[in-house]
């Protein structure tokens, strides 16, 4: 699976929009981007994903570039309640159906 | 519609002794995955089932942890004998039938096992 780079922490003030980006340069033309995030204590939790182009549904909208080396996951109007450590995750669409986490960016929403 | 569920939420044991985690998936799910966040440590892949078969094990530590889904239902997840460096947080997954896609996997709450 190709790797993922993230940054390991940000802020965004509540009620503005949170932008995750998320740099995945080796990515190959059969894998998707997949979103999760984990809250503390809880499960992780899926968010969205996409393959080239951008998706949108009603918790995130997702922005692939037109190489597909980069992404950036948009959450549009941040509650404290999206407070969690997000995981990108690039992940082929048939064969190996297992999540490979890293270390993901831990978003802080400050009140 | 129940989520993934996992039995127990917290599980203390002593170094040596035998614990068995629980996943209950999503009714209809035909993937079930098992991970686990050690200390400090990414979620790491443990295995996937497909029905009762298991589709990948790669993840899998060692021969002391033993996964089964007799009937393709609940699956258990057997750390015999326990080791200290066992402790973390153990995730159960489930998402739809293999082959249509790859759909979200839902999570449960997840295990804390701290062996002692």
């Known amino acids: 699976d190709a790797k993922t780079t993230q940054p390991p922490s940000m802020d965004c003030a509540e009620g503005r929009a949170a932008n995750l980006p998320c740099n995945h340069s080796?990515?190959?033309?059969?894998?998707?981007v997949y979103w999760y995030r984990q809250i503390h204590s809880q499960g992780p939790q899926y968010i969205i994903h996409?393959?080239?182009n951008n998706e949108t549904n009603e918790m995130a909208s997702l922005i692939i570039t037109e190489d597909r080396k980069s992404s950036t996951l948009i959450l549009p109007h941040a509650t404290l309640r999206d407070t969690a450590v997000y995981y990108c995750i690039a992940r082929p669409n048939f064969g190996n159906e297992k999540l490979t986490f890293g270390t993901g960016t831990r978003l802080t929403i400050i009140p | 519609e129940a989520g993934v569920t996992q039995f127990p939420s917290h599980s203390v044991i002593e170094k040596g002794q035998t614990v068995t985690l629980r996943c209950d998936p999503i009714?209809?799910?035909?993937?079930l995955y098992w991970y686990r966040r050690v200390m400090g440590k990414e979620i790491k892949f443990l295995l996937h089932?497909?029905?009762?078969?298991?589709?990948?094990e790669s993840g899998m530590p060692n021969n002391r942890f033993l996964a089964e889904r007799t009937g393709g239902t609940y699956s258990t997840l057997k750390v015999q004998p326990a080791e200290l460096e066992d402790s973390g947080v153990y995730f159960c997954?489930?998402?739809?039938?293999f082959g249509q896609g790859l759909g979200e996997a839902f999570f449960g709450q997840g295990t804390r096992l701290t062996v002692v």
């Open positions: 089932f497909v029905k009762e078969s298991k589709q990948d």
């Open positions: 080796t990515i190959s033309g059969n894998e998707y």
């Open positions: 997954a489930s998402s739809q039938r």
């Open positions: 996409g393959l080239k």
């Open positions: 009714s209809g799910h035909d993937n």
